[in-house]
């Protein structure tokens, strides 16, 4: 049986000496690249194989009476977000972009770690009764949070009659 062993990638080393070395400039390109590869993928794949360019953090939190999703959204206009609910998938789908700031003039990263664009999350409410006419979502200090109510369900008993063939 043949052992193996990992090796970095040669971009991987690559990015790792222009950082030790501060010469931010690859990762400039680094990003650039990453962001046309991202946009060559959604030119020929289209809607259906859309890459978000960041992922928000969610909380997804079930009661008897509702679910709760909070949606980690720093930096992005809650007007620009859009929220469906999708009864047939039973899925609910939460869409926005989080502009990247200007940079100024003759200024160069020394470390970019934030992540810029479009986003696109979907949370499987599968099994949840949803009563998608109640559901609201509020923004509040970077956090989008939105409460899904459950139908109610009849606790009473309720006797079912049974009709026979000659009736």
Do not use: C, H
């Amino acid at each position: 049986m043949a052992e193996y062993t990992l090796q970095p990638s040669r971009t991987y080393i690559i990015l790792a000496l222009a950082e030790k070395r501060g010469e931010d400039w690859v990762w400039q390109l680094s990003a650039e690249l990453q962001r046309l590869s991202d946009e060559v993928f959604r030119t020929y794949f289209g809607a259906a194989g859309r890459r978000s360019a960041w992922r928000p953090n969610v909380d997804v939190r079930e009661t008897e009476e509702e679910v709760l999703i909070v949606v980690e959204l720093a930096g992005v206009d809650p007007s620009g977000v859009t929220v469906e609910y999708d009864g047939s998938r039973q899925t609910l789908t939460i869409r926005g972009t989080r502009p990247a700031p200007p940079a100024p003039a003759r200024s160069t990263y020394r470390r970019l770690e934030i992540l810029y664009g479009d986003f696109e999350r979907e949370i499987g409410l599968e099994g949840a009764r949803i009563d998608a006419e109640r559901i609201e979502a509020a923004y509040e200090a970077g956090f989008l949070a939105i409460r899904v109510p459950k139908k109610e369900t009849s606790a009473r008993r309720v006797s079912i009659p049974i009709q026979k063939e000659d009736e």
